[in-house]
Nanobody
Framework: VQLQASGGGLVQAGGSLRLSCAAP????????MRWYRQAPGKQRELVAV???????NYVDSMKGRFTISRDNAKNTVYLQLNSLQREDTGVYYC???????????WGQGTQVTVSS
């Protein structure tokens, strides 16, 4: 199974992007979804989580700026990025974890570049 992330691009500071991650071939309704990012020269870090029930959680530095959501009918998770800063530059990855089997899958990543 390969998750399919998209929506990245080049944006000026203060701008917005909406990332999408399609998850074909999994039982999406019982899957928790996560977004991670990896900045240049840094380790991959968790950005946001949405559980199979729709509960959300965010890293403190991203609260109020980023919004994670899901559409179970489309097997897709989204990450709305607002008020982007240069420090938000990186490759954003989506990840799925099955609530029952704990099987996990990753997307290929989508590049977000924020210019000043």
């Amino acid at each position: 199974v390969q998750l399919q992330a998209s929506g990245g691009g080049l944006v000026q500071a203060g701008g917005s992007l909406r990332l999408s991650c399609a998850a074909p071939g999994i039982i999406f309704s019982r899957t928790s979804m996560r977004w991670y990012r990896q900045a240049p020269g840094k380790q991959r870090e968790l950005v946001a989580v949405i559980t199979s029930y729709g509960s959300t959680n965010y890293v403190d530095s991203m609260k109020g700026r980023f919004t994670i959501s899901r559409d179970n009918a489309k097997n897709t998770v989204y990450l709305q990025l607002n008020s982007l800063q240069r420090e938000d530059t990186g490759v954003y990855y989506c990840n799925s974890v099955d609530d029952y089997t704990t099987r996990s899958y990753w997307g290929q990543g989508t590049q977000v570049t924020v210019s000043s």
